[in-house]
């Protein structure tokens, strides 16, 4: 059955430092998501991605976040200069088409760690 | 803005027994979905059920059943015949019924099965 990959599955890095963190989703879908659960916290919407091109983000997703499709297969999440509370696990989804009867189908997570 | 709140951080049920996990939620929308994803130990998030809100008949996955009050806006997820392969996070989540597809995530429910 296909399923949404993500490497690495956890990444350490020091504060300020950027980090990239990949996903691969599910060959035929469309759209595309980062969540976030900063632990024993809620899963938070990060960002929506379609087309190429951002469709929504969050407050939380400021100027120190990027996302990119560079190659058809990856969906990557960069963090340009990482803050001690960036520190979570980052989810991405994927789904075939948009609107609640499509499945968002969600990866492992990438436990993020700054010091 | 819209919420989702799940009142109890864990529950526990014997096998075989039947639980009910609680999940409320507040939007001034009409048009939405209700959702509740399973997260077990180390493993993705996988969707359980979905709820149509103009939908009145409540889902029905197997063993899996919601208790859809719109006007109370709760969202309440019946296991039956609870199993050892149940255990897991279960978290409540919403969608509005346009473009944008975001899901917003309750802080979710621990369960655990004991034999």
């Known amino acids: 059955e296909p399923e949404v990959t993500q490497t690495p599955s956890h990444q350490v890095t020091q504060m300020g430092q950027e980090v990239i963190l990949r996903c691969v989703p599910i060959s035929n879908h469309l759209y595309f998501y980062w969540y976030r659960q900063i632990l024993g916290q809620k899963v938070e919407f990060l960002v929506s991605?379609?087309?190429?091109?951002?469709?929504?983000k969050s407050e939380i997703f400021d100027d120190q976040f990027s996302v990119e499709r560079p190659d058809g297969s990856n969906f990557t999440l960069k963090i340009r200069s990482t803050k001690l509370e960036d520190s979570a696990m980052y989810f991405c989804?994927?789904?075939?088409?948009?609107?609640?009867?499509?499945?968002?189908?969600f990866g492992p997570g990438t436990r993020l760690t700054v010091l | 803005a819209q919420t989702v709140t799940q009142s109890q951080p864990e529950m526990s049920v014997q096998e075989a027994e039947t639980v009910t996990l609680s999940c409320t939620y507040d939007?001034?929308?009409?048009?939405?979905?209700l959702f509740w994803y399973k997260q077990p130990p180390s493993r993705q998030m996988i969707l359980v059920i979905r709820?149509?809100?103009?939908?009145?008949q409540n889902a029905t996955e197997n063993r899996f059943s919601v208790n859809f009050q719109k006007a109370a806006k709760s969202f309440s997820l019946k296991i039956s015949d609870s199993q050892l392969g149940d255990t897991a996070m279960y978290f409540c989540?919403?969608?509005?019924?346009?473009?944008?597809?975001?899901?917003?995530f309750g802080t979710g429910t621990r369960l655990q099965v004991f034999p």
């Open positions: 989540a919403f969608s509005v019924l346009d473009n944008t597809d975001k899901l917003i």
């Open positions: 991605f379609y087309n190429n091109e951002i469709s929504e």
């Open positions: 709820q149509e809100a103009y939908k009145q």
């Open positions: 989804a994927s789904s075939a088409l948009a609107g609640g009867l499509f499945e968002q189908f």
């Open positions: 939007t001034s929308e009409n048009n939405y979905y």
